[in-house]
């Protein structure tokens, strides 16, 4: 089975601070992203990286920065935490050829107070 | 580009009764996937089903099976039989076939399966 990890399922910062997200998968898949779910807005793409130190851009990038120095592994940073960052953040792996599903982290739930 | 509607943002069923939610999208393309996504609460999202649209023959899955209608553009899920574990929030997603970095989602419908 795929599995995909992410570093914590609660984190609560403070305004201002520099937060790492970090989300680790085990099978070898070449594309990983990092999505916020809001309640009725559903998932919305910040980033997505299609192989190691490549990165494309989602819909709402801004306050948003990812890192990937290795295949398994794409990290979210947020430069400078604001309360309108508050969210739950998922990450999610796909391979890059076949029947195009995603398989998901369990989720961060962050709280910038 | 593309979108993905959930009109229903909450719904509830009995329990062994059938429920169908609605996902309705909208595309210019003609080769693309479906999906129906399902998170429980405070756990991970899992794919539940998955249907693609140059496939005529809609998908089932056990208890789950979709309503494909292409010409519409709507692909509605029906759950037989629901059990308490299927109480979660579902999402529909769209993605293209030339891009599978470009999934997009509907804003979730909300099942509860009452005793």
Not at chain 1, 56 to 70: T, W
Not at chain 2, 68 to 83: P, T
Request: hydrophobic share 30%; net charge neutral.
């Amino acid at each position: 089975d795929v599995k995909v990890t992410q570093s914590s399922r609660y984190l609560v910062k403070r305004t201002g601070e520099k937060v790492f997200l970090e989300c680790v998968q085990d099978m070898d898949h070449e594309n990983m992203f990092w999505y916020r779910q809001d309640p009725g807005l559903g998932l919305r793409l910040i980033y997505f990286s299609y192989d190691v130190k490549m990165k494309e851009k989602g819909d709402i990038p801004e306050g948003y920065s990812v890192s990937r120095e290795k295949k398994e592994r794409f990290s979210l940073i947020l430069e400078s935490a604001s309360t309108n960052q508050t969210s739950m953040y998922l990450c999610a792996s796909s391979s890059g050829q076949g029947l195009r599903e995603q398989y998901f982290g369990p989720g961060t739930r962050l709280t910038v107070t | 580009a593309q979108t993905v509607t959930q009109s229903q943002p909450e719904m509830s069923v009995q329990e062994a009764e059938t429920v169908t939610l609605s996902c309705t999208y909208d595309t210019s393309e003609n080769n693309y996937y479906l999906f129906w996504y399902k998170q429980p609460p405070s756990r991970q999202m899992i794919l539940v089903i998955r249907q693609e649209a140059y496939k005529q023959q809609n998908a089932t899955e056990n208890r789950f099976s979709v309503n494909f209608q292409k010409a519409a553009k709507s692909f509605s899920l029906k759950i037989s039989d629901s059990q308490l574990g299927d109480t979660a929030m579902y999402f529909c997603a769209f993605t293209p076939s030339y891009n599978n970095n470009d999934m997009r989602f509907g804003a979730g419908t909300r099942l509860t399966v009452k005793p």
